[in-house]
């Protein structure tokens, strides 16, 4: 046989096999899009807005208006992302959130960190937009937004708890509605979004009702205040844990639950 056959004959075969490659390839590209990059730039583009729209809320806010204005716009922004975006990444925005779906369920561990990153980045994107919008004046009025509300040593534990409480509504709104099969459904959007606005009317007061530490990291760095910074990281993580101990061994679905669960008997 001639060298010119033999190559006739093996580049069919060769053209077949590098278009399987070809197409392995583009599969395994679409999957870590689809599996890995789009849920985080989600989680970033909606703690992004979320910040946004939580800071202007409270830069703007007029004098005598009290919590109603923010708690509203913190609420119904939540809400709207969440219908918007939460099917690509299950719509947490929130550290404390992914904490709570991580130990339940619905996020694998592999993601937790590239999610928190994400959120602090999207807060931090949040805030920064949030300041170049505002006056001078109104920035510094208010902090930036940033969380000022416990002030002295003495308030400190009221603060802690109060966020873990308010944190504790959230991520189980958030896990039953979206998580767990036996409670969720189509209005969780509508019931994430009220679960904000009634803990911020409700504790906006004793702690500023932040439940959120991507909404406080932003602000935070672009306002330059620390004080007290730290609570707002305890509260809502101790508040996830025990969500995720709450579902897993009592409120769970039979997927979900660890005891008292006949399917693993």
Partial sequence: MSVEAAVDRSGPESDSGKAKEQSMVCRCCVYCHVKFVQPCLVELLGSAFFVFIGCLSVIQNETGTGLLGPALAHGM??????????????GHFNPAVSLAAMLTGGLSLMMLLPYWFSQLCGGLIGAVLAKEVSSKERFQNTSGAAFVTVQEPGQVMRAVVMEFLLTTLLCLTVCMSTINQRTKGPLAPFAIGCAVTVDILAGGTMSGACMNPARAFGPAVMANYWKFHWIYWAGPLLASLLVGMLIRLFLGDESTRVILNYQRS
């Fill in 77 to 90: 922004a939540l809400g709207l992302i969440v219908a918007m975006l939460g099917d690509i990444s299950g």
